[in-house]
């Protein structure tokens, strides 16, 4: 009978240590989240979600795969990928926004020099240069060296994201391939996608 208390026993705690497991792992994912833009909401934890209109991927190849100039490139609509970034939960959360680049096999991918972007936020034009310019990850770990679009963490004029869909933030991305490249780029491309990282916090 002192055996099979003994065993109970054992039983009882290893439940309860992954019951423990459990939560700790369910509070992390409840905390921490990361999404990437596609062509339909994407929600995950329940508490941001990001809805990239149109475009699954941002792809600067083919016949789009020439230097224009700022003008020609805003009369176009085929380089404007626009997406919405909204907070689902109930927390506020800071974010960062990346832009991924994608190497394919078999391609060259064009110099980030010779990348230009405007990104609008909420109608308001927040950059106008080129990629090689904008701020990159220095943290490390697996976004050490990607390019950030915007981000609560690092820009003071980027607060964090409050819930309900009234507070979402509307963005509106432009690329080309600026006017100054040359034909070194011929037959490269420009392929990446949108990754958000986002926390939730007690900050207002």
Known sequence: MK?????????????CVLLVIAIIGTAYALYMQVLYGNETNTIVAGTLSINLHEHEYIDISGKDAIPLTKETALSQTNNLYNFDLENDGNINSKYTIYLEIEEEEGTESIPTNCIRYILTKNNVARTDQLLSEAPTEQNTGENQGKIILDSSNYDSNSKVLVPGEENANKYSLRLWIDEKATTAIANHVFKAKLKIVATQTDVE
Do not use: E, G, M, P
């Open 3 to 15: 055996k099979k208390v003994q065993l109970n026993n054992k039983i009882l705690i290893v439940a």
